[in-house]
């Protein structure tokens, strides 16, 4: 389902066939754990069975000794680098140096000819720790003598893109405020109250594929193969923490099995490179799932929150505080604790908002970016007060949204900050309710539910591409964009074909190498299509404007008057293949024609990202649930999910991508958990992990594609492929407490729908 | 020890141990690296190939059971005549995204289409129930699988 506008285009807005389907479809795509590079090691970690220790000893020697192992890493192999990492606060050692922070942290490593052999050389090695008090949950982190996980001034990391980061405040590592107005005035005598706390838990993105990682140390270069989303950020801390200029670490990304935001930032890679240099050959690291659990997951949550509103449901204010579990480490904790914050308020009118995010460290494993990060923590939350309030003040929740919702250009940050609201969300939402039976009688036992909400997208607006024709006028387009899934290669080769005036089957997008592939800032925040896509629009469009310069030379005419068409240049009656424009402009049968293109926060040739966010990615979504009192199971009936894209440059992809987070956002709600105890991930497995499965999908299920053209990409388009995963989860608890189920406490599981059911008048 | 079997439609022998798993053979010494490793605990179905017809994890299989036996992987799957309808029907309807779970999708589809398993929605639903995907969220599956087993929606 999709609503159009028709703009005239050939390649863009054409659901062409994925360009890479056919070799993935084959088998023949090469993912990093079935690559080999000559003379290769297979690595093997050994990981803290404790999950908050001072490491007493480390007795490598049986190890060393066994036949077929050629290197053992433990912390002091480090001592002559600065063995610390992390892009937002360098917290995080290669490898456990001295103590250990969480279960499952890596403690040595071993290179050995075969995994088995590096497998057993893991029993030989002796570890004797101590145990140091236990910080496992966020309220043990808080309390006021509770052990303090990092101690000593914080040491910001290359990119935390965040300004100043601040002090640590016991094991709250970071703590971002967002305020204005003035609560307590605005909210003195509201008719309307609601008030409760919350609970998210942690969760495991499980991308099918697990990090894997070559890495080849030498004297004077670095060379990978990596599942990263962000090459160049990998590619800038590997050679900050090995010492070495940027250039000389070589990153090759191929395909990805799945990201979802478990493969951003830097991961296993320092920890694999450290093992080459030690064994002094390149050496492959293939986690197991239970090990990639430990690598990242999103963060688990506490939160407070009262929204309050007058007597005709007009929002006043709201506040909350709360806590997000970064585990021992930061990873990308500050930034999503700050975009948590950016969606606490909700796109919505408000006196006054004070909202108070903490990021805890914790002795669990660390966590970091997964698709919707914090929109998804925070929406449900928001979104069930904001029903809760329609509910007591008697009105139709559809209507609660019409009378408070931002509308286009209204600024979106309470303090007025920022870029203003750039959809239409009181359309958006209005589409999603008619699509799940909004008007329609409700049956006993059922509910319906929508959401609204917006997630800051786009990170960093730096991307930066190139487009090279050859001289049989085939394309290649050079491009930072890790392809795990999402269909960049595809999109990009349709942005690319539009601009030059021919088929997209004649273009080629290759993956990441970053010795040859310009910068592009990161594979995230929804902001490959609208950043990365623009810079190879403006790449593509100055190849064409090489095109027109030869052709005009050739006709004696001007370039303005050629026309790009069909891999052709025309002008009147005359045209010639690419091909020959190409041979004309060089005198000879080869050469090619290669351009760049940039995109930057100021100025350059794009025009202005500076107001960050680069969008805001539109969270809608609605469902109709089905309550089994009996059992506490939950029946999602129907689905609608809004992908609010601006313009689609493949529509089918966009909703294809919408459809993929919805059942992201269905497992969060309904059964996802990593369940700790004392410190120690007890379902770290896909037995007891449990995964949405096929027979979970909804019997009806709507995607909705929206085409404003008000994003800031090519065409007009904004990023998408996030915005369910948050607005689902909000949708069905809201579904559910219209069935007569408030719920407070994720995933809906039966058995906490039952016990909640007893509980109830 | 020494197995001797089918593989892809041509005979094959290697020398194996007892322990090894039909996963690490094909991937590691016949160098097909079409089904992958992921859960290592028969739920997710990215290792999926077909032995004498029948879908097996690959990854909880030993090498040596495959003895006389005939194994199907993807790489040999897309030799087949057969194998265009499968890989058209996920094209049209945009079923790959990341890739990683694709083969193991077709191999049990084959395998489900060769049983006479793939005529309902309900056959579709219970027989891919072992494989997951986690980026397209399934509907496009159900539709290539619908259109491969002539399944109306």
């Known amino acids: 389902m999709s609503v159009v506008t028709d703009t005239g285009t050939r390649e863009v807005g054409r659901s062409r066939t994925r360009l890479d389907a056919r070799e993935k479809l084959c088998g023949e795509a090469v993912f990093t754990g079935d690559m080999e590079v000559p003379g290769m090691l297979y690595g093997r970690v050994l990981r803290a069975d404790v999950p908050h220790a001072e490491i007493v000893s480390i007795d490598t020697s049986a190890a060393e000794r066994m036949q077929g192992v050629v290197a053992v890493l433990v912390g002091r192999d480090l001592l002559d680098i600065d063995p610390y990492y992390g892009h937002a606060i360098k917290d995080r050692p290669i490898v456990a140096i001295e103590r250990v922070r969480f279960h499952g942290e890596p403690v040595a490593a071993v290179a050995a000819e075969d995994e088995a052999t590096a497998e057993a050389a893991l029993q030989a090695i002796e570890v004797v720790y101590e145990e140091l008090p236990l910080v496992d949950t966020i309220e043990r982190a808080l309390e006021p003598d509770a052990a303090l996980l990092h101690e000593g001034p914080i040491r910001p990391g290359l990119f935390h893109g965040l300004g100043n980061l601040g002090e640590r405040d016991g094991n709250v590592g970071y703590r971002y405020r967002a305020a204005a107005g003035d609560v307590e005035a605005a909210s003195a005598g509201a008719p309307h109250v609601v008030e409760g706390e919350y609970v998210f838990p942690a969760v495991y993105q499980y991308a099918m594929e697990t990090h894997s990682v070559i890495a080849d140390w030498r004297p004077r270069e670095i060379t990978l193969w990596a599942s990263c989303q962000h090459p160049f950020l990998v590619q800038a801390e590997i050679a900050d923490v090995f010492g070495l200029p940027i250039g000389a670490v070589r990153i090759h990304v191929p395909y990805l099995g799945g990201g979802f935001g478990s493969k951003s930032y830097t991961k296993m890679e320092p920890l694999t490179v450290a093992l080459s240099r030690k064994a002094r050959h390149p050496v492959k690291i293939v986690n197991r799932v239970d090990e990639s659990m430990v690598t990242s997951r999103r963060h688990g949550m506490r939160c407070w929150m009262r929204t309050t509103a007058d007597a005709d449901g007009r929002l006043l204010t709201r506040e909350s505080r709360f806590w997000l579990d970064t585990g021992a480490y930061m990873d990308n904790g500050p930034r999503v604790t700050a975009t948590a914050a950016d969606s606490a308020p909700g796109p919505y009118h408000w006196e006054a908002v004070d909202i108070e995010a903490n990021c805890v460290y914790c002795n669990t494993a660390p966590s970091g970016s997964y698709r919707a990060f914090g929109a998804t923590h925070l929406q449900w939350v928001a979104e069930s007060q904001l029903d809760e309030l329609a509910r007591k003040a008697s009105i139709d929740p559809l209507e609660m949204r019409r009378r408070n919702l931002l509308r286009p250009g209204e600024p979106v940050r309470p303090d007025g900050s920022g870029k203003p609201l750039d959809a239409d969300l009181i359309g958006d939402v209005e589409n999603a309710a008619a699509a799940v039976g909004w008007e329609e009688p409700r049956r006993p036992l059922t509910g319906r539910g929508v959401s609204v909400g917006l997630l800051a997208a786009g990170a960093h607006p730096v991307s930066r591409a190139s487009v090279r024709m050859r001289a049989d006028g085939s394309v290649e387009v050079s491009v930072g964009t890790t392809e795990m899934g999402q269909g960049p ?245 809201n579904a559910l407490a219209d069935a007569g189920i408030p719920m407070t406490e994720l995933p809906l599981t039966p058995e906490r729908v039952w016990r909640r059911l007893q509980e109830l008048p | 020890m020494r197995i001797e079997f089918r593989l892809n439609g041509a005979p094959a022998a290697i020398d194996v141990e007892p322990s090894t798993l039909l996963l690490d053979m094909l991937r590691d010494d016949f160098r097909l690296t079409g089904a992958k490793r992921s859960c290592d605990v028969q739920v997710c179905g990215s290792c999926t190939v077909l032995v004498d017809g029948q879908p097996v994890s690959a990854c909880t299989y030993l090498a040596c059971e495959a003895g006389g036996r005939e194994v199907l992987t993807i790489e040999g799957f897309a030799e087949l005549p057969e194998f265009e309808r499968y890989a058209s029907a996920f094209e049209r309807h945009a079923a790959v995204q990341c890739g990683f779970c694709t083969p193991g999708f077709l191999l049990t589809l084959k395998s489900l289409s060769d049983a006479g398993e793939l005529s309902s929605e309900e056959q579709i639903r219970h027989g891919l129930d072992g494989n997951l995907c986690r980026c397209t969220g399934y509907r496009a599956i159900l539709e290539a699988a619908r259109d491969i087993g002539e399944v109306a929606a």
């Open chain 1, 489 to 733: 290669r595809t999109v990009m080769a349709q942005i690319a074909a539009e601009e030059l005036g021919m088929s997209s089957d004649n273009v080629r997008v290759l993956g990441a190498d970053t010795r040859f592939t310009p910068y592009d800032r990161s594979t995230g925040a929804s902001r490959s299509t609208t950043l990365a896509g623009k810079a190879v629009q403006n790449a593509a469009a100055a190849v064409a404007g090489r095109l027109r310069e030869t052709a005009a030379e050739v006709w004696g005419t001007d370039p303005e008057l050629i026309d790009l068409r069909d891999g052709r240049a025309a002008h009147a009656e005359l045209e010639m293949e690419f091909s020959e424009v190409i041979a004309k402009r060089f005198g000879f049968t080869g050469g090619e024609i290669i351009e760049g293109g940039e995109v930057r926060p100021m100025g350059g040739d794009t025009g202005s990202y500076a107001e960050g966010p680069v969008f805001w990615e539109v969270c809608v979504a609605a469902a109709e649930v089905e309550v089994d009192p009996e059992l506490g199971v939950i029946n999602v009936l129907r689905t609608a999910t809004i992908a609010d894209v601006g313009k689609a440059i493949n529509p089918q992809l966009v909703e294809r991508q919408d459809e993929g987070a919805l059942m992201q956002g269905y497992g969060n709600a309904m059964f996802e958990e990593m369940v700790y105890s004392d410190g120690v991930l007890m379902n770290d497995n896909l037995l007891e992990y449990r995964v949405p499965r096929v027979q979970d999908l909804p019997r009806e299920m709507t995607s909705i594609v929206v085409e404003n053209a008000d994003g800031p990409g090519p065409h007009g388009a904004k990023g998408c492929g996030e915005g369910a995963l948050a607005a689902v989860p909000a949708a069905i608890v």
